[in-house]
C-alpha cells in the first residue's frame, strides 16, 4: 500500500487567498483525522471523520476552516480565507477503527502539507 | 498543562545508551500510543498500549502504562543515531491528544 497520500506538499499563498489541501487515506481504512502542528501549539486534532462522515470538528479554528469527505478514498481541508497564523503543516492520517471509536487503533500519517500564508 | 505532557522536553545521550521518555496525562484513557518524528517529516507509530495494559515490547522499545498515576514511559534501548528525532505520546480516549514530545538526540 502507498500509505497516506498528501498533496500539495508545500504550499505558499498570500494572506486572503483560497487553500485547500488534499488526503487519500489507506484503503480499507474507515476513519480519517485532520491535525495541525506548530511550535507553539504542537499537534492538534482539528476534524476526525469515521465512515465519511465527521464525528468531531470540535478542533477546527474558525469558520474559515471546512473539511469534507465526499467518499471513502478522499478527503479535503479548506481554508478560506486564509491568514498568516494558519501557517503550519498539516497532517491526514487514517486508521481501521473498530466499536470503541476515534484513535482505538493505530493512525498512519501522511507526510503532510507545509502551509505557508504570507 | 495540557494533557499528554511529555518529559523530559530534550534528552541528549550517547549512542549505547537507554533513552527514557515520560509522558503523562490527566483523563481516562482507551489507550496510549508513541510516535516517533524525524525532522520535517511525518509521525510514525511505534506502539499501541491499551489500558488494560501494564507492558508492551516491541524490538528495543518497552512501554509501561500506570492508569492509577495517569502516566507512561517509553524506552529505547541501545540507542542509535539513527533514533535521533522526536518523540510524542499522543491518548486516546474521548478525544485524541498528542502531548508537546521530547527531542532525543543520540550522538555517534
Known amino acids: 500500500d502507498a500509505g497516506v497520500i498528501q498533496s500539495p506538499r508545500h504550499e505558499v499563498t498570500e494572506m486572503g487567498q483560497e487553500v485547500t489541501l488534499r488526503c487519500k487515506p489507506i484503503?480499507?481504512?474507515?476513519?480519517l483525522f485532520w491535525y495541525r502542528q506548530t511550535m507553539m501549539r504542537g499537534l492538534e486534532l482539528l476534524i476526525y471523520?469515521?465512515?465519511?462522515?465527521?464525528?468531531?470538528d470540535s478542533g477546527m479554528p474558525e469558520d474559515r476552516f471546512s473539511a469534507k469527505m465526499p467518499n471513502a478514498s478522499f478527503s479535503t481541508l479548506k481554508i478560506q480565507p486564509s491568514e498568516p497564523r494558519d501557517s503550519a503543516v498539516y497532517f491526514c492520517?487514517?486508521?481501521?477503527?473498530?466499536?470503541?471509536?476515534?484513535?482505538?487503533?493505530?493512525?498512519?500519517f501522511g507526510p503532510g502539507t507545509r502551509l505557508l500564508v504570507l | 498543562s495540557q494533557q499528554g505532557e511529555e518529559d523530559p522536553q530534550a534528552l541528549s545521550i550517547q549512542e549505547g545508551e537507554n533513552a527514557t521518555m515520560n509522558c503523562s496525562y490527566k483523563?481516562?484513557?482507551?489507550?496510549l500510543q508513541w510516535y516517533r518524528q524525524n525532522s520535517g517529516r511525518g509521525l510514525v507509530h511505534l506502539i499501541l498500549?491499551?489500558?488494560?495494559?501494564r507492558e508492551k515490547h516491541s524490538g528495543r522499545l518497552r512501554v509501561t502504562l500506570d492508569t492509577s498515576k495517569k502516566s507512561s514511559s517509553l524506552l529505547i534501548t541501545a540507542s542509535r543515531a539513527a533514533d535521533t528525532a522526536s518523540y510524542f505520546c499522543?491518548?486516546?480516549?474521548?478525544?485524541?491528544?498528542f502531548g508537546a514530545g521530547t527531542r532525543l538526540f543520540v550522538k555517534a
Open positions: 471523520f469515521n465512515n465519511n462522515v465527521p464525528i468531531d
Open positions: 492520517a487514517s486508521s481501521l477503527e473498530g466499536l470503541a471509536g476515534a484513535g482505538s487503533e493505530t493512525q498512519y
Open positions: 483523563t481516562s484513557i482507551n489507550n
Open positions: 498500549i491499551r489500558s488494560n495494559e
Open positions: 499522543a491518548t486516546h480516549g474521548f478525544k485524541t491528544i
Open positions: 484503503s480499507g481504512h474507515n476513519s
